[in-house]
């Protein structure tokens, strides 16, 4: 029964990731309109990847751009759902020319996804060196250098590892 619901949630988690594959994240585009449009959103993506030569994009290339609430509505996100795939991974392997900036581009993460990210690069420090995900996937690079990718099998082990313990002043 316990592997059947297994399967249930990976297939589930997949979907869902596989929903959002021509989706970007955008933090750090200036928020100042509580009531900013779809269109303006878009806009502000545009020109920015182009500002920063990371690509050029005509609103033929967004599906739909606009904001993700937060807690305190400011300073917030703009979800890009891209018409194509290879617009995003163009986007994506150029984002490292925002370095110097405050601008950050990540790939839409299904909650699941972002949770074993965070317990993968935060929670076994001493043996991870780095961890990103890319195309639906988590993987890490262990202090040998070796990239390893996380099975799905194996989220549960990730998640159950205890989180270290902060230092006290």
Not at 36 to 65: G, Q
Not at 70 to 99: D, P, Y
Not at 147 to 154: E, G, P, R
């Amino acid at each position: 029964m316990k592997h059947i619901d297994l399967n249930r949630k990976k297939y589930e988690n997949e979907s869902e990731q596989y929903s959002r594959a021509n989706n970007i994240k955008i933090q750090g585009i200036q928020d100042t309109n509580p009531r900013e449009s779809t269109r303006e959103s878009a806009e502000k993506v545009i020109r920015m990847l182009k500002d920063n030569d990371i690509c050029n994009i005509t609103m033929a290339d967004i599906d739909i751009a606009h904001r993700l609430p937060n807690k305190n509505n400011t300073n917030r996100e703009i979800i890009v759902r891209l018409v194509s795939r290879q617009t995003k991974g163009l986007i994506l392997a150029n984002r490292k020319k925002l370095r110097r900036t405050n601008i950050f581009i990540n790939e839409d993460m299904t909650r699941l996804n972002l949770h074993v990210l965070m317990c993968v690069k935060k929670k076994m420090a001493d043996e991870v060196s780095d961890a990103w995900f890319n195309n639906g996937k988590i993987m890490f690079k262990n202090h040998m250098n070796k990239i390893q990718l996380v099975k799905f099998d194996d989220y549960e082990h990730w998640i159950n590892l205890p989180w270290p313990k902060t230092a006290t002043k």
